[in-house]
C-alpha cells in the first residue's frame, strides 16, 4: 500500500464510521502552505458531515474557514453572501489571527435591479477582508450549453453588461473583481472584454486548466491572462482519448499535464502577491467533444491548427486510466476527495514553493 492508498484508507474509515477526519486541535494541523481552498474542493466532505450533523454546514464560511486551517491550506475561496457587520468583522479577525487569507465568490448583477444586492455581497467581503472577489459571466461549459452562435452571444452580451455594472461596484469598494475564464470565452476575447471594461477592478480569475478545453495552451493562457490577473483557480488535468474527442480529468497537483512551475513563475513575475487557490473537483472525467459537429457551433473562427496543436498534446500525454469516482461508495468517494486535497496541499508546498508566511 502507497503513501496515498493509506490516506485513502484511513479516510474511507473513518467516514464509514461517521467520524470527522480533520483534525480536533490546532496544533495537529501539518506544516501550511500558501496555497488555500476554493471550496469545491471539498463537496463531498461537506455532504458527509451534514449526514452526520445536519448542523453541520461546511459552506459556512467560518466553518470552512476552521477546515482550511486543519489541513494546513493558506485561505479559502468561498461564498460569503451577505454577512452582519459584527459577524463579517469577526470572520476577518479570525483569518488575520491564522493568517489565512479570504477571497470571496459573488454573483454579478443581471441587471440594473440587481446592482444593491451584489454592492452588499461585496461590502461584505471587503468588511471581511477578502482579497478578492471572484465571478464567472456565463452560465455551464460553452460547448455545452449552446446550440447556436446566435445563441452564445446574445449570453455574452448579456455577461458584458453585468461586468460593466459590477465594475462600479467593484471600483466603489476598492476590491478586485475576478472572472474566471470558465470555458467560455477563449484568450482573445477575454482579454478583449477586460480592456473595454479598463478597470483597475477587474481582472481575471487564472483558471490553470479549463481554457484547454477550448482547445488553448494552458501556458499560453496564462501568459495573456498573467497581467490581469486578481485570483488564481490551481489545478492540475490528465486526459485520455474517447471516440468523439478527449476525456478531461482534475487529478492532484503534479499528476497531471500541465506545467505548474512555469505558470507560476509566469503569474508571481506579473503579481508577485497574488494568491493561489486549490480547485480540484473529485469526480468522473470531462468529456469534451471536439470532433463533433456541436462542438463547433460556437467557434466559428477557430483554426484547425489550434485543435491539431490540442490533440497532439493529447496523444503525447495521454493516460493509461484516469479516475472515476461514480463506481465508488459514499465512503470511497470521500476518502479519494480527501486524499486529492491532502496531496495537493503537500505537492504544493513540497514542490511549488508555495510556502506559507504570517502575511499570506
Known sequence: ???????????????AMGQRTTPARADAAPARTALGLVVYCCRLRRDHLRRVDPRDDLNRP??????????????????????????????????????????????????????????AAMRTAKAAGARAARATIMPGRRYEYFES???????????????????????KHRLPLAIENHKDHRNQERVALLGHISSEYVGACV???????????PIETV????????????????????????????????????????????????QPDLRFSLELITRDPLRVPCLTEKYWATFPDVPGSDLARTLRQVRAAAADSLPYVSGLSAAQQLAREDANVRESLDYARQQLGLLATKAS
Not at 455577461?159 to 461596484?169: T, Y
Not at 491572462?225 to 468523439?244: C, G, I, M, N, T
Not at 492532484?252 to 512555469?262: A, N, T, V
Open 62 to 119: 467560518s466553518r470552512f474557514l476552521q477546515h482550511c486551517r486543519q489541513l494546513g491550506a493558506g485561505g479559502m475561496q468561498i461564498g460569503l453572501g451577505v454577512l452582519e457587520a459584527d459577524a463579517a468583522g469577526a470572520l476577518r479577525r479570525d483569518a488575520e489571527t491564522a493568517g489565512l487569507y479570504i477571497e470571496a465568490m459573488v454573483n454579478l448583477p443581471g441587471e440594473a435591479k440587481d446592482v444593491e444586492r451584489f454592492d
Open 149 to 171: 452562435l446566435r445563441r452564445f452571444r446574445e449570453v455574452d452580451a448579456r455577461g458584458r453588461r453585468a461586468l460593466e455594472l459590477a465594475a462600479p461596484i467593484a471600483e
Open 223 to 270: 501568459r495573456r491572462l498573467a497581467p490581469w490577473a486578481r485570483s488564481v483557480h490551481l489545478k492540475d488535468q490528465a486526459v485520455q482519448w474517447y471516440e468523439d474527442g478527449f476525456l478531461l480529468a482534475d487529478v492532484p497537483l503534479g499528476r497531471g499535464i500541465l506545467d505548474l512551475k512555469s505558470m507560476l513563475a509566469i503569474l508571481r513575475q506579473k
Open 1 to 15: 500500500m502507497n503513501r496515498r492508498e493509506a490516506l485513502g484508507a484511513m479516510a474511507a474509515a473513518a467516514a
Open 207 to 217: 483558471d490553470t486548466g479549463n481554457s484547454f478545453a477550448l482547445l488553448e495552451d
